[in-house]
RNA sequence: CGGGGUGUAGCGCAGUUGGUUAGCGUACCUGCUUUGGGAGCAGGUGGUCGUCAGUUCGAGUCUGACCACCCCGACCA
């Protein structure tokens, strides 16, 4: 009996220690929980608690307008400085266009209208005053709008009626160019980056002399995207064609790049659009060529907003926050100190410093964090939240033995390395994490890519699964809209990529010659 | 714009059939002890209860309208 109970507590005993650990953990994750809803549970909660809680952005006092925070400003900026390069190496130059568009110049393109008719902000008068009854202020009745003022979903038609002036002779082209605006386009449904009712972009408007080199300038802007998306937001992405349906208003064509979300939907990161002669004639715009002969202007535009953000959030953080490739992220590195009295910190600082130093030679964005009011925990686990890609601990131990605890973001490993070693380790590491989390989503995206033949295959992949399918089309718009009612999923492009197959239309049995993809979308 | 839900301290929430001075956690401030994975104790600041109107001796609580946000649909990048 006796030895019986003290086998029993033994064993108690020994699983508490055992897993001593592991409930420390558990105590632990369930406060994280907390913090932050579970990617698994909830992903579009997950995903709005990241934004607020990692202060990208928040809701504004104005319905469908977001406050971009100075962290997710930075993240901004540094795609504008990249894809600012990318511009000025293709040939472009920035310029700035009126966010006010006279609503008879919208009407001017007949598919242009009917495209954002539903969604536009009007401005009818210019001027208010105090209310008769002297309680706030009204819009003055007098002073109306001769014309009303559209404010730009897009700049189109701004542009072009400018461009009239700017061209007479092929001498005047190409015209290329790029302007960072904001955008208002009057959405009901609203989400923090992914679908706003006013919106930072770029938006680049080219001119030419013929319809192969406006093509080739489409083509180039996409491929410009891609790089792009690939090299600095490690977001891999399928280049094609959009359908008839699903392509800009007022395109002859638009090529787009999709990305997959970590929650199976697709989400379109760059659009590029060929559009003919459209503008050119609903503007008048024409120019004599080499023979002296007169022809209408060939036009591009392409565009890439702040719901690069958004992509960028939802293709590589985790449970435990934003997970930020190095090129974009506002901070690379951040040096923890770990100490018990001013005079430790004082020591630890003087090498802290050194290192920062060291590391800001070497181009790295790197900020030291010494406040006495977290503890070293609190901060591990802020930063991580943040997505800072690499982290420095140093601490008394590490004084001692002249070494630093590096952590990496993306796998959440540590090392401890000699001081000597830790710019080199950094630059390297880096390097090493935007090439993982570039992978990790490739693999992703190849994983969660489906080739059904069967309808019931391709219900069953977009109801129960998510993801890529890339399946046979029989080119007509009634296919593709039944598909879309059936499923909600739509095609997102034809992909330059896929190559030709024989092969029959996953909804109507008829002939296809090719795969196209197909997701349900942001 | 249709359906559902929620608005109480910076954030997360409780507040009974209407009844004293509206509470808890967290954050913040002060002090002491701490600091190698979200520290502890003690004290303290902070609220026109989403807005407006109504019912009532009395409204966080009941009624109406409006506003905002979240989720699900239609629309879009």
């Not at 990692?54 to 971009?68: F, H, K, Q, T």
């Not at 536009?120 to 003022?149: F, M, Q, W």
């Amino acid at each position: 009996m006796t030895n019986h109970r003290n086998f029993k507590f033994q064993l108690v005993f020994f699983y508490f220690y055992a897993n001593f650990e592991n409930f420390k953990n558990q105590i632990l994750y369930q406060k994280m929980a907390k913090f932050l809803t579970d990617r698994e549970e909830n992903y579009a909660q997950w995903y709005n608690d990241l934004v607020i809680k990692a202060d990208l952005a928040e809701n504004s006092a104005v319905r469908g307008c977001m406050v971009i925070k100075p962290y997710g400003y930075a993240i901004w900026e540094n795609i504008q400085a990249e894809l600012d390069k990318m511009f000025k190496a293709t040939g472009h130059v920035n310029a700035y266009f009126p966010l006010f568009i006279p609503k008879s110049f919208f009407s001017r393109e007949a598919a242009h209208v009917e495209g954002f008719a539903k969604e536009c902000a009007v401005v009818t008068h210019y001027r208010l005053k105090n209310s008769e009854n002297g309680t706030g202020i009204v819009v003055d009745p007098d002073a109306k709008l001769d014309e009303e003022l559209i404010i730009r979903p897009t700049s189109e038609t701004i542009i072009w009626n400018s461009y009239r002036n700017w061209i007479q002779s092929y001498r005047d082209l190409p015209i290329l160019i790029n302007q960072w605006a904001n955008v208002v386009r009057w959405e009901m449904r609203t989400r923090l980056f992914l679908r706003t009712a006013e919106f930072l972009w770029q938006e680049g408007h080219t001119a030419h002399a013929t319809r192969e080199e406006a093509v080739e300038e489409t083509m180039k802007m996409i491929n410009v995207y891609t790089e792009f998306a690939e090299k600095y937001m490690a977001l891999p992405v399928i280049r094609g064609y959009k359908t008839d349906n699903e392509k800009f208003a007022g395109a002859i064509d638009t090529y787009s790049i999709e990305a997959l979300m970590q929650d199976g939907k697709a989400l379109q990161a760059g659009t590029s659009h060929f559009l003919g002669q459209n503008f050119a004639k609903a503007f008048d715009v024409q120019f004599t060529d080499r023979n002296g002969k007169l022809d209408y202007v060939w036009a591009t535009s392409w565009g890439l907003s702040t719901r690069m953000i958004g992509a960028l959030i939802m293709a590589h953080s985790d449970n435990k926050g934003l997970v930020l490739p190095p090129k974009l992220a506002p901070l690379q590195t951040v040096i923890i100190p770990i100490f018990k009295n001013a005079e430790q910190l004082g020591k630890i600082t003087e090498l802290a410093l050194r290192l920062k130093s060291e590391l800001e030679k070497a181009g790295i964005k790197v900020k030291y964090d010494d406040r006495d009011n977290n503890t070293p925990g609190w901060k591990f686990s802020n930063y991580e939240f943040k997505g800072v890609p690499v982290r420095i601990a140093i601490g008394p131990r590490d004084l001692e033995n002249s070494t630093a605890e590096i952590a990496r973001r993306d796998t959440l490993t540590k090392e401890t390395i000699s001081v000597a070693s830790v710019t080199g380790r950094v630059i390297k590491l880096l390097e090493e994490i935007q090439g993982n989390i570039y992978n990790k989503a490739l693999q992703f995206m190849k994983e969660n890519t489906y080739y059904p033949d069967k309808w019931s295959d391709f219900v069953d992949i977009i109801e129960n699964r998510g993801g890529f399918v890339m399946a046979h089309w029989d080119g007509t718009s009634e296919t593709e809209l039944k598909i879309k009612e059936e499923t909600k999923a739509t095609i997102r492009c034809i992909p330059f990529d896929s190559g030709e197959e024989e092969g029959k239309c996953i909804f109507s049995g008829k002939p296809s010659k090719r795969r196209v993809l197909f997701a349900r979308a942001y």
